[in-house]
Nanobody, 114 residues
């Protein structure tokens, strides 16, 4: 079992920045990812990072968001810059262990509004 705890969400003005964190309870994690879900919409993939550090991004956030991880701290980050109102959503951390079992965090709210 892997427990994931997100933090760092909040209210920010358009054009602002936030950094989300996702702390895993164990280092037995393979790839990790961020998803987001806006009210009334499906949960969408945002970014992914492998254990080796390879990253991929959704087109909607490419060039604005940066995913990273600190394996020594079992923590993944999402640096979000140039935030737009359409980035408003609950952001979820997802982790895949080496048995290919998936785990979700509880989510953290990000609101972009003036």
């Amino acid at each position: 079992q892997v427990q994931l705890v997100e933090s760092g969400g909040g209210l920010v003005q358009p054009g602002g920045s936030l950094r989300l964190s996702c702390a895993a309870s164990t280092g037995s994690v393979n790839s990790m990812a961020w998803y987001r879900q806006a009210p009334g919409k499906q949960r969408d993939w945002v970014a992914r990072i492998t254990s080796g550090g390879t990253t991929n991004y959704a087109d909607s956030v490419k060039g604005r968001f940066t995913i990273s991880r600190d394996n020594a701290k079992n923590t993944m980050y999402l640096q979000m810059n140039s935030l737009k109102p359409e980035d408003t959503a609950v952001y979820y951390c997802y982790a895949l262990d080496y048995r290919l079992a998936g785990y979700w965090g509880q989510g953290t709210q990000v609101t972009v509004s003036s």
